[in-house]
């Protein structure tokens, strides 16, 4: 990272992340669905989304204790989290990518 | 292992059974679990729960039927060193291919963003079911899990998924579920009463501050099954669950005479105690039961058989010395290996770990009998029905064993108008010998009758007794002798 001021248009928030989905199931379907409008909606994250489906790759959820589904698993930024449900609830992933003070 | 009543796959046909390995259980199942369906067990806190799954897992795994655990509740690890106080190593069933451990445990600072199921945990017990050909799955606590759904009706469609997937894989399951006590939420999950084709409580009482264990089953369709409640006990080899079954029907007849000890005593019941028979001393305090019990004892040592002392009411020390009084001495048949004497506060457990010690007790000593010193003490094993349970259990385990049980029981001085046992045990006793100590002419006297001798003739009379420094003598002076 440069020791630069951050600026207006430096201030994107980078988040990798994965979604565990099983395959087209209602919710997995919805989760998919709010996780494009969210990246829409909130202009300062920048995501890097792997999608999982549990169904055909079960390891990675079993390695990973993830057995609530849809989750999104957010490795970055540090330190992660793990956010359970279809992701419809803007509100609570608000908190999670909280936007500059600058913005 | 306890002999399955000889009723295994009775039902109607289209109900198959597996054993569950579990002892005990399969006799109350009238044979097993149902295969291919799912079996609820329901219990509170503490009441052995995720011990049933787990052994029904692991008696699989002995007998080479592959099972899945699914737990929602506990680590990995911490099962795993709780299998290992059963001396069950998870690791090598798991290594094996006998077993798969899945600890589904929900991560407590995940945030909550809209809906989600149970769908992802099925295509996890997919997955597993392929790799080790499962046949049982246990699932532990889902109701843990499903608490975050945060709504009783998704909770129920998630079971009912996971109930569908269980069904249509062909797994026999167990799932586990709490029932709660306040009334408010004990429905909650009774949806899954319906749901279950078999519906096992579990249940951890006290009962005059003892604790005991029961297990009941509710429901199991298609199937007869016992019906009712049943004490069990988590022993350091797993559940063990203690029926009297129908295997009561099928004892053994009464075999050859067995000298008492005393002489005059086997004249006047026609020859003795009978092999595989049940024999009370009944008595007030000091009226000479344990003095008869060890000359029993001991006239079997003499003949080469091994025999059980189930003390009650005191310990060796004190038992050794106060036989050497009427000259019976207990060490050398104690040393010899023919003697094995427990004893045990009758208050120190329920009455299904009482049992489970005297039936390990049994099958490791093999005792040709069995003696029972006093059966009144049992009492302060919780109630009289519990008093009741333990000693019907004792001797129908014995009468299927040929073992010959001879019991004593102190009357209280009290209440004389009790029945011979005040334990209503008297159907399952063959013979009742009735102990007095009267009062005549300014001194007390000794006396005794046979109230009872099933198949025997016997005398009717009342004959006085003595306790002499060499033995028990009985007087012919009051009454004739059956010849």
Request: charge should be negative.
């Amino acid at each position: 990272m440069s020791n630069k001021t951050p600026t207006r248009t430096s201030a994107v928030i980078r988040c990798v992340a994965r979604l565990f989905v099983c395959g087209d199931a209602l919710y997995s379907r919805r989760a998919r669905e709010n996780l494009q409008r969210l990246g829409e909606t909130l202009h300062h994250v920048e995501f890097e989304v792997e999608v999982i489906d549990v169904n055909e790759t079960p390891q990675l959820a079993l390695d990973q204790g993830i057995f609530v589904n849809p989750a999104l698993q957010v490795l970055e930024p540090a330190p992660g989290t793990l956010i359970y449900g279809d992701l419809s609830d803007f509100q609570a992933l608000a908190a999670i990518f909280p936007k500059g003070d600058d913005q | 292992m306890t002999k399955i009543a000889g009723n295994k796959g009775s039902g109607p046909p289209g109900i198959v059974k597996i054993p569950a390995g579990i002892r005990g259980l399969d006799e109350v199942l009238n044979g097993g679990v149902p295969k291919g369906a799912t079996t609820l067990l329901s219990g509170g806190p503490g009441t052995g729960k995720t011990m049933l799954g787990l052994e029904f897992l692991v008696r699989g795994a002995m007998a080479g039927h592959p099972g899945i655990l699914l737990t929602f509740e506990e680590t990995e690890l911490a099962l795993k060193n709780y299998a290992a106080g059963f001396g069950w190593d998870l690791a090598e069933f798991e290594s094996k291919g006998f077993l798969s451990i899945v600890s589904a445990r929900i991560q407590p600072d995940a945030v909550l963003s809209g809906n989600f199921d149970l769908r992802g945990v099925i295509g996890i017990l997919r997955q597993k079911a392929d790799s080790i050909k499962a046949e049982r799955v246990v699932v532990d606590a889902p109701d843990v899990f499903l608490r975050l759904l945060g709504d009783i009706s998704k909770e129920r469609a998630e079971l009912h998924l996971l109930h569908e997937w269980l069904r249509e894989a062909g797994m026999t399951a167990l799932m586990t579920v709490k029932s709660r006590t306040d009334q408010a939420s004990s429905s909650q999950y009774d949806f899954l009463d319906y749901m279950a084709d078999c519906v096992i409580h579990l249940d951890q009482r006290v009962l005059e501050q003892v604790t005991t264990r029961r297990l009941r089953v509710t429901k199991y369709r298609g199937s007869a099954y016992g019906r009712n409640e049943y004490p069990f006990g988590i022993t350091d080899k797993g559940i063990w669950i203690i029926p009297v079954t129908q295997a009561s029907l099928r004892h053994a007849g009464l075999g050859e005479c067995l000298s008492s000890g005393v002489d005059q005593l086997d004249h006047l019941l026609g020859g003795g105690y009978r092999r595989n028979s049940c024999t009370l001393l009944t008595g007030n305090s000091g009226t000479g039961k344990t003095t008869f019990a060890c000359a029993f004892a001991l006239s079997m040592v003499s003949l080469d058989e091994r025999i059980l002392y189930l003390d009650f009411e005191e310990s060796w020390d004190a038992l050794v010395s106060c036989m050497l009084s009427p000259g019976l001495d207990l060490q050398p048949a104690r040393d010899s290996g023919k003697l094995k004497f427990l004893s045990n506060m009758p208050e120190s457990q329920g009455i299904e770990e009482h049992l489970i010690q005297a039936f390990r007790a049994i099958e490791a000593f093999e005792p040709h009998h069995l003696i029972i010193d006093a059966i009144s003490a049992c009492r302060r094993m919780g109630s009289d029905h519990a008093a009741f349970d333990y000693l019907l259990r004792i001797i129908d385990y014995c009468k299927q064993r040929g073992i010959t049980t001879l019991l004593t029981n102190l009357i209280s001085a009290m209440d004389p108008s009790r029945e011979i046992t005040g334990i209503d045990l008297s159907s399952v006793i063959d013979t009742v010998i009735l102990l007095r100590n009267m009062e005549k002419q300014g001194r007390f006297v000794r006396d005794l009758g046979v109230l009872k001798s099933r198949g025997r003739s016997h005398s009717s009379r009342i004959h006085e007794f003595r306790i002499t420094n060499n033995g028990i003598e009985i007087g012919g002076n009051e009454g004739d002798h059956v010849e």
